[in-house]
């Protein structure tokens, strides 16, 4: 108490309301702190008994959880999940039955009731890839390359919904059968970790006929969030010589939501594959060795996810992460390759990725009329230090308006004018 009343006093004391505002800055300063941390280590560590206290998400009462002071598997329940790691994903005997219990299921009800991905996602997929969805315009975001492999991405916002991204991979000696083969490959994506943020996966359904699957994924996010959960269904379409590849989350009453991983129900993320020797409404597939030969494969992929962050956080991790990530696709390819040349049995998830359904020609006239186009703006996007410049004009005019003491009428300008230069500055 008598820390917080020195404090104050030396505010006080203070001949300048600058000086004022700078001692308060020091006083809270260590405060926001404090709170700061204490809410990403509360966000982080929250345990699951603390969830019975509030109602679902849809609205239904949570049901009767196991007191805190259980067992011990109870409080194990409750450490974050790398801490849980060497243990395994699968958790307590009762989660991992229910699991083994859907997937004995899955056959029968692939069966028994429409796929989970129709000949609508197909359109839609290829509208994306034509340019002709009639969504907003791509912003570009980067591009870059190494000597076997080019990338590019875009961007654009939606009107209701996460952030939408579009890029294209471009990789030197490969073949859309063995990306098709390698991106379908659960057990190699695992097990070569060239995408290190899956940590379990599961098959739950599959249906012979259309290579249609359902999948159950946990994907590993930065500490301060809890892992995601995804259920998944993907079947690939074949058009000429391209592949067309429709991954999207869907809702699964066999596997019950958990309290950690978080489960994601909004989730698209779809590709093209396709050969060097295509043509298309926006231009060729070419090898960059420029000698005609089939040497080129590109791969075009839409993605949007809810995660359950603000979408202004996710678009920057996103930005930060994104080149990380898909530097380790191209040794993850060649190392696949390598297998498949020694003889190396393909994997269960890899030999239905084969199964493909093949669509005609009268498919892609039946589609021409459509002229609906989304446009690509190649104009790179606007760094975020835009939006910093504004607040340091008006954190600046607020300074200047505090600092002098000339009335009411000055301070209205100060602030008039930095209004005005902020407004005049385009959004990003």
Same mark, same amino acid.
């Given at each position: 108490?008598?820390?917080?009343?020195?404090?104050?006093?030396?505010?006080?004391?203070? *001949? =300048?309301?600058?000086?004022? %505002? $700078?001692?308060?800055?020091?006083?809270? !300063? &260590?405060?926001?702190?404090?709170?700061?941390?204490?809410?990403?280590?509360?966000?982080?560590?929250?345990?699951?008994?603390?969830?019975?206290?509030?109602?679902?998400?849809?609205?239904e009462?949570?049901?009767p959880?196991?007191?805190?002071?259980?067992?011990?598997?109870?409080?194990?329940?409750?450490?974050?999940?790398?801490?849980?790691?060497?243990?395994?994903?699968?958790?307590?005997?009762?989660?991992?039955?229910?699991?083994?219990?859907?997937?004995?299921?899955?056959?029968?009800?692939?069966?028994?009731?429409?796929?989970?991905?129709?000949?609508?996602?197909?359109?839609?997929?290829?509208?994306?890839?034509?340019?002709?969805?009639?969504?907003?315009?791509?912003?570009?975001?980067?591009?870059?390359?190494? *000597? =076997?492999?080019?990338?590019? %991405? $875009?961007?654009?916002?939606?009107?209701? !919904? &996460?952030?939408?991204?579009?890029?294209?991979?471009?990789?030197?000696?490969?073949?859309?059968?063995?990306?098709?083969?390698?991106?379908?490959?659960?057990?190699?994506?695992?097990?070569?970790?060239?995408?290190?943020?899956?940590?379990?996966?599961?098959?739950?359904?599959?249906?012979?006929?259309?290579?249609?699957?359902?999948?159950h994924w946990?994907?590993?996010?930065?500490?301060?969030?809890?892992?995601?959960?995804?259920?998944?269904?993907?079947?690939?379409?074949?058009?000429?010589?391209?592949?067309?590849?429709?991954?999207?989350?869907?809702?699964?009453?066999?596997?019950?939501?958990?309290?950690?991983?978080?489960?994601?129900?909004?989730?698209?993320?779809?590709?093209?594959?396709?050969?060097?020797?295509?043509? =298309?409404?926006?231009?060729?597939?070419?090898?960059?060795?420029?000698?005609? !030969?089939?040497?080129?494969?590109?791969?075009?992929?839409?993605?949007?996810?809810?995660m359950?962050?603000?979408?202004?956080?996710?678009?920057?991790?996103?930005?930060?992460?994104?080149?990380?990530?898909?530097?380790?696709?191209?040794?993850?390819?060649?190392?696949?390759?390598?297998a498949?040349?020694?003889?190396?049995?393909?994997?269960?998830?890899?030999?239905?990725?084969?199964?493909?359904?093949?669509?005609?020609?009268?498919?892609?006239?039946?589609?021409?009329?459509?002229?609906?186009?989304?446009e690509?703006?190649?104009?790179?996007?606007?760094?975020?230090?835009?939006?910093?410049?504004?607040?340091?004009?008006?954190?600046?005019?607020?300074?200047?308006?505090?600092?002098?003491?000339?009335?009411?009428?000055?301070?209205?300008?100060?602030?008039?004018?930095?209004?005005?230069?902020v407004?005049?500055?385009?959004?990003?």
């Open positions: 108490m008598g820390y917080v009343l020195s404090a104050v006093a030396r505010v006080l004391e203070q *001949p =300048t309301a600058w000086g004022a %505002a $700078w001692e308060m800055a020091l006083l809270a !300063g &260590p405060l926001w702190a404090a709170a700061l941390l204490g809410l990403l280590l509360g966000w982080a560590w929250r345990p699951r008994w603390a969830s019975g206290l509030v109602s679902t998400v849809d609205g009462a949570a049901a959880v196991q007191p805190p002071f259980a067992t011990l598997d109870f409080w194990k329940a409750q450490l974050p999940a790398r801490l849980r790691a060497p243990l395994g994903y699968a958790g307590t005997a009762a989660q991992q039955q229910e699991e083994d219990e859907a997937a004995a299921q899955g056959s029968k009800e692939m069966a028994n009731e429409e796929l989970a991905v129709e000949k609508d996602d197909l359109v839609n997929l290829w509208r994306l890839v034509e340019g002709r969805d009639g969504g907003p315009s791509w912003i570009k975001m980067m591009e870059k390359s190494l *000597p =076997t492999f080019t990338y590019q %991405a $875009w961007r654009r916002d939606a009107q209701n !919904g &996460p952030p939408q991204y579009q890029s294209s991979t471009i990789f030197e000696n490969a073949t859309p059968e063995e990306v098709r083969d390698f991106f379908g490959d659960d057990e190699f994506r695992m097990s070569n970790k060239w995408d290190d943020m899956l940590i379990y996966h599961k098959t739950l359904e599959e249906c012979q006929t259309t290579g249609t699957m359902k999948v946990v994907r590993k996010f930065p500490f301060f969030c809890s892992d995601r959960e995804y259920i998944i269904a993907r079947r690939i379409w074949k058009l000429g010589g391209a592949y067309y590849c429709v991954t999207k989350g869907i809702p699964c009453s066999s596997i019950p939501r958990r309290n950690k991983p978080r489960r994601v129900d909004l989730y698209y993320s779809s590709w093209c594959i396709r050969a060097d020797f295509l043509l =298309t409404d926006i231009g060729t597939v070419e090898s960059r060795r420029g000698n005609g !030969g089939l040497t080129a494969c590109e791969i075009l992929l839409f993605h949007h996810e809810d359950g962050i603000p979408y202004e956080i996710a678009k920057l991790g996103i930005r930060q992460g994104m080149w990380g990530c898909v530097k380790k696709i191209e040794p993850g390819l060649r190392a696949y390759q390598k498949r040349a020694a003889g190396e049995p393909a994997s269960k998830s890899a030999l239905m990725a084969r199964i493909n359904t093949k669509v005609g020609d009268n498919f892609v006239r039946s589609l021409e009329s459509n002229s609906d186009e989304s690509i703006v190649e104009a790179e996007e606007k760094p975020a230090r835009n939006n910093v410049a504004r607040f340091l004009v008006l954190g600046g005019a607020v300074a200047l308006a505090c600092t002098l003491d000339q009335g009411l009428l000055t301070k209205a300008l100060i602030f008039g004018v930095a209004r005005k230069f407004g005049q500055r385009k959004p990003l």
